[in-house]
Nanobody, 130 residues
Framework: QVHLVESEGGSVQAGESLRLSCVVSGVPISSIYHMAWFRQAPGKEREGVASIAGVGGDGRSTYADSVKDRFTISQDSSRNTLYLQMNTLKPEDTAVYYC????????????????????WGQGTQVTVSS
């Protein structure tokens, strides 16, 4: 069974950086079809932030327009860990961040859709002050 555990988030000032980690247990990260980071701000829907293709893919990463050129998604197979490097943070980046894994073949709703993923982490709070 796959488990995802995010690192502790944090509170930073606008313009600062933060790196989130998501440790995968139960399977090698290299066997996962697709991984992603989502976030949910108070009163808003959970939205896709970034994704990275795994098995059967080409390792391509994709980003929401709101974070492109500021955030970087990556994974380290030796540590079985997914990362999200967040630079030049803005107050509007404040949210609970979740990692997600697509662990089997099934209907694909697109990387931004929650229905495309089978396993979720518990979420971690990121707060950016102006």
């Amino acid at each position: 069974q796959v488990h995802l555990v995010e690192s502790e988030g944090g509170s930073v000032q606008a313009g600062e950086s933060l790196r989130l980690s998501c440790v995968v247990s139960g399977v090698p990260i290299s066997s996962i079809y697709h991984m992603a980071w989502f976030r949910q701000a108070p009163g808003k829907e959970r939205e896709g932030v970034a994704s990275i293709a795994g098995v059967g893919g080409d390792g391509r990463s994709t980003y929401a327009d709101s974070v492109k050129d500021r955030f970087t998604i990556s994974q380290d197979s030796s540590r079985n860990t997914l990362y999200l490097q967040m630079n030049t943070l803005k107050p509007e980046d404040t949210a609970v961040y979740y990692c997600a894994a697509r662990t089997s073949i099934g209907r694909w709703y697109g990387w931004r859709s929650r229905e495309s993923y089978h396993t979720w982490g518990q979420g971690t709070q990121v707060t950016v002050s102006s």
